[in-house]
Nanobody
Framework: QVQLVESGGGLVQAGGSLRLSCAASGRISSIDAMAWYRQAPGKQREWVASITSGGTISYLDSVEGRFTSSRDNAKNTVYVQMNSLKHEDTGVYFC?????????WGQGNQGTVSS
């Protein structure tokens, strides 16, 4: 079984920073893409950022320049550093890792930005 466990998140004032981590464990031989999604209250889940196995990183336009995602393949972990946070960044953040031809999702982690 593969499990993804997220950590980080919390409450921060606008302009502040949060860092999320997502570690995979279990039977893992290789991990392809890693990504972050978020879901704001009353809205659909949206893609935020992704990193390919080759290290190519893509961001949602509204977070470009403020969020930085990275991965540590030795630790099966993906990170997202979120700076200059805005109230509209509030939501539950989910990580996903494509492992052994399946998408695996983290449990979600609340990030709240007070205005």
């Amino acid at each position: 079984q593969v499990q993804l466990v997220e950590s980080g998140g919390g409450l921060v004032q606008a302009g502040g920073s949060l860092r999320l981590s997502c570690a995979a464990s279990g039977r893992i031989s290789s991990i392809d893409a890693m990504a972050w999604y978020r879901q704001a209250p009353g809205k659909q889940r949206e893609w935020v950022a992704s990193i390919t196995s080759g290290g190519t990183i893509s961001y949602l336009d509204s977070v470009e320049g403020r969020f930085t995602s990275s991965r540590d393949n030795a630790k099966n972990t993906v990170y997202v550093q979120m700076n200059s946070l805005k109230h509209e960044d509030t939501g539950v953040y989910f990580c996903t890792q494509y492992i052994e031809d399946h998408d695996h999702w983290g449990q979600g982690n609340q990030g709240t930005v007070s205005s």
